[in-house]
């Protein structure tokens, strides 16, 4: 598929949705006059709120006093939020200056590409190709981009291995689709207008049954170069690298049938289709005579099972044609069964119009939606992708997918995996690298507005790049391409890292009692094996933190806030499977300080911390009480050791049959609280200084510890009847657990399901198994390594009651036996 790899005015893009990405929080060198509002700039940089961020950098770029590290990374910033913004002008002058100051620290070599990317939204696009030149040249390592805050460094970037095909030839061949153990792509000498003269070119379905069989000719590099030498196309593939930026005369008009740009022709949809030249595919045969016709089939999609194929084809059916009103031929879906080893049955969907081009069908994987392409009146742009869903054997009116995955350009090739993540092709959104590029947007998300990622080199590149199928891993796959010889060709890729270079994480800190948000509580970043020093961040006014972490790894996080005991979470982005953004909550227990009218004597207790209730006290006091997580009774013989972070003095004390525990304080010293007993995990807390005053202050501080063995119950995880969805009230609960299995680290835990004896033995057996790995799945979703966690189901075969079959009881004495436990597997 060619389309103009020349970039529309900035005046045609919508503000799209930010997507997710990295960047090494830059300690700020120095203290100089610039560090406090330069720290409010950066936070409003990595919230993400682009517009304060601008003014903030603005006003500190009038400061003469600057450094020039300070000053590059304020025009960086700066630039990149004017482009976020959709001011390609400011952006341009911004990273212009930058540049003048020299090569761009490391952290900052992608202002070559985002100032490309500006001059090309500029309408200078001599300059914007000699930058992406120069951006190509220094790209000998990923890039780090910058959204959000954190721990992550570029190494972690995706990377993969793209390899040329044995398939390909001076034809076209683009936008492949898996059936059976074969590949079936379009193919054939490339369109030519409306005729239906079958000499003039038309595109043709073709196969190869086995896809291993393709043997690889070569591999390309990020850069575009190829390792192994491939020949040159055929007179007419001209090779783009000769060709500048916006002048590639031979790629096709876009696909709206209206003109777009200067020297471009208008021209139907199924114009283009494909621009190759020369001989078919050597190893490729047709893929069906019933369906192949005398004009252009393809791009198509299969139902799971292989038995039903959707595809594109020219308005074209049962030996007739028509045209719309202005005389084109336009594009439509078709449907066909395989009966017999023999394609029939070829139909019409339903939502197709003479007026207008339907095609490029990706029918999700249970079968039950199918997102299509058209250039329908009402669209958002040029092309868009909307979908279809069938209900009770009717296929839905098409809704278009909205503003968030289509724009003022072509939106095009859908692809759906087994994960309903959706692939697609789009010359429309800010970011790309040039003409279409591929993307990916995650839309299982319940309902959450899906963040649209733009695929790393060497999967796009400066041409055109569309037709990608993968699986739901993406851990290999092919896309089209005409990046070598300027023909359409296919290409295999294999991912060689993890695949989610940068896992995003919202930490959320409120008051554990009243749930408020906390503000300015500061976030202490650890992760496992880093040689560096840990970063600290702040939460905004709404108790919030973003960042963005190095995947396949552990982090520790230390949150504090004056006022507050400090918390420790445990986080790992090893088993993540997913790219849904996480969140996590973190509550902070509020200090109970008191203060007697008058200083008295203080009476000792015991040394379990025996205290009477109207105690005075003469010296600032720390005393509080342990108890079990699972039964909440006090805990003798629990160790208690209070260090003082002053000087190092520590102090210690075994819990009586009370639990309770006290200490004397020294006021403007912080301590480290650690209560400790065989069997049980370490509990560690922070008692954070009490400022110097002439009333002591008494500290309560009660302590929970958890043991290996522990049965916990947790309320309220209730489920719809039949079904094992987890439900928001039942997430609130299973976020419970969550905290607690940050807090230790080391913990390991089996999730019980249970029902009650209501209904089919067997069948309640089917859904507690369905509901315990539901709630391992949504823990794991909230960073809890599976390895951590065992999910089983009991079914109905240990009741908490007599309500057994035959026993007449109430839906409250069912509902007690409907309840999901964890128990402690392991704690150290």
């Keep these: 598929m060619k389309l103009p790899a020349c970039l529309k005015d900035s005046r045609f893009y919508r503000l799209c949705r ?35 961020a601008a003014q903030r950098y603005s006003e500190l770029l009038k400061d003469n006093s600057l450094s020039d ?133 038309y595109l ?40 500048r930026l916006g002048r590639d005369t031979y790629t096709a008009s876009t696909a709206n049938d209206s003109r777009t740009a200067a020297n471009f022709a208008p021209v139907s ?4 289709l494909g621009l190759g030249r020369g001989t078919k595919a050597q190893i490729a045969g047709e893929f069906s005579k019933e369906l192949n016709t005398k004009y252009h089939e393809g791009p198509l999609t299969f139902s799971a099972d292989g038995n039903t ?32 080893g023999v394609w029939t049955d070829v139909k019409e969907m339903p939502f197709n119009s003479d007026e207008y081009s339907t095609g490029h069908p990706a029918l999700s994987r249970d079968g039950k939606s199918l997102y299509f392409v058209s250039d329908r009146p009402g669209g958002k742009g040029g092309t868009d992708i909307y979908v279809s869903r069938l209900d009770n ?91 070598l010889n300027g023909d359409d060709d296919l290409f295999r890729f294999v991912r060689e890292s993890s695949l989610f270079g ?53 982090f520790m996080f230390e949150i504090a806030r004056d006022g507050y005991l400090t918390s420790n979470l445990g986080f ?102 650690v209560a400790s007993k065989p069997l049980y995990g370490t509990n560690t807390s922070a008692i954070r200084k009490i400022p110097e005053k002439s009333i002591p202050k008494l500290v309560s501080a009660n302590l929970m510890m958890i043991k290996a063995g522990d049965l916990v119950t947790l309320d309220n995880i209730n489920y719809d009847s039949g079904k094992w969805e987890v439900r928001p009230d039942a997430a609130r609960e299973l976020d419970k657990m969550v905290a607690t299995m940050q807090k230790y680290p080391s913990l390991r835990i089996e999730i019980g399901s249970h029902t009650d004896s209501q209904g089919d033995a067997k069948t309640n057996q089917i859904l507690s198994e369905r509901r315990a790995k539901a709630a391992l799945n949504y823990m794991a979703s909230k960073g809890i390594a599976r390895n951590r966690l065992t999910a089983i189901g009991y079914g109905e075969t240990q009741l908490l009651n007599n309500c057994k079959d035959g026993v007449l009881c109430t839906e409250e004495e069912h509902q007690r036996n409907r309840r999901t436990e964890f128990k402690v597997l392991y704690i150290k």
């Design 309 to 340: 194929i959707y595809f594109t084809r020219n308005n074209y059916n049962e030996g007739k044609s028509r045209k719309s009103s202005d005389n084109v031929n336009k594009l439509k879906l078709y449907t066909a069964e395989l009966r017999d």
């Design 572 to 673: 790992s982005t090893a088993e993540l499977t997913d790219d849904k953004p996480t969140q996590l909550g973190a509550s902070l227990i509020k200090l109970s300080v008191t203060a007697p009218s008058a200083p008295s004597r203080i009476t000792m207790g015991s040394d379990d911390g025996d205290w009477e209730s109207e105690d005075a006290i003469t010296a600032s006091t720390l005393r509080g009480t342990v108890t079990g997580e699972a039964d909440k009774k006090p805990l003798d013989g629990v160790r208690i050791t209070l260090k003082n972070e002053c000087d190092g003095q520590i102090k210690q004390t075994v819990t009586g049959p009370s639990g309770r525990f006290r200490f004397e304080l020294v006021e403007g010293c912080d301590y480290t609280l």
């Design 269 to 272: 949809f199924s114009e283009s």
């Design 18 to 52: 930010l997507v997710v990405a990295c960047l090494l929080l830059e300690a700020l060198p120095g203290y100089a006059q610039s560090e406090i509002p330069k720290q409010q700039a950066d936070r409003s940089f990595y919230a993400q709120d682009y517009p304060n």
């Design 204 to 243: 043709n379905l073709l196969y190869v049954p086995d896809r291993t069989a393709i043997d690889a000719t070569g591999t390309l590099a990020a850069d575009g170069t190829v390792s192994t030498a491939r020949p040159v196309a055929s007179a007419g593939g001209a090779n783009p690298a000769n060709r």
């Design 393 to 483: 054997g009717t296929w839905s009116a098409p809704v278009n997918l909205g503003s968030e995955i289509n724009t003022k350009g072509d939106e095009m090739f859908p692809f759906m995996d087994e994960n309903d993540n959706l692939y697609f092709a789009s010359n429309g959104r800010p970011g790309g690298m040039g003409g279409l590029d591929i993307y990916f947007a995650p839309l299982a998300t319940g309902g959450d507005t899906p963040a649209v990622v733009h695929l790393d080199a060497p999967i796009n590149s400066k041409t055109d790049d569309f037709g990608l199928i993968t699986d739901g891993s993406r851990s290999t796959g092919y896309f089209s391409s005409n990046r």
């Design 502 to 554: 940068c896992r995003n994480l919202t930490i959320r800190v409120f008051d554990d009692a009243t749930s408020v948000p906390l503000d300015s509580a500061m976030i202490t970043v650890r992760a496992r094996g880093e040689g560096g020093d840990p970063q600290v961040l702040a939460t905004d006014a709404t108790g919030l933190v973003n960042l963005c972490l190095e995947a396949e790894n552990d």
């Design 69 to 201: 590290e300070i000053k590059k990374n304020v025009l960086y910033n700066l630039g990149y939020s004017y482009q976020k913004l959709g001011d390609f002008a400011k952006a341009e002058s911004h990273f212009r200056e930058l540049l003048e100051m020299g090569e761009p620290a490391e952290t900052n070599r992608n202002a070559y590409l985002y100032y490309a990317q500006a001059l090309a939204h500029n309408g200078k696009l001599s300059e914007a190709q000699d930058m992406y030149t120069r951006y190509e040249s220094i790209k000998s390592t990923p890039a780090v981009v910058p959204l959000s805050s954190g721990t992550a460094s570029g190494k972690a970037k995706v990377t993969y291995r793209v390899e040329t095909l044995s398939l390909n030839t001076s034809n076209a061949e683009f936008s492949p689709a898996y059936f059976r153990q074969g590949l079936v792509y379009v193919g054939g000498k490339g369109a030519s207008g409306a005729s239906s003269s079958p000499d003039k070119g």
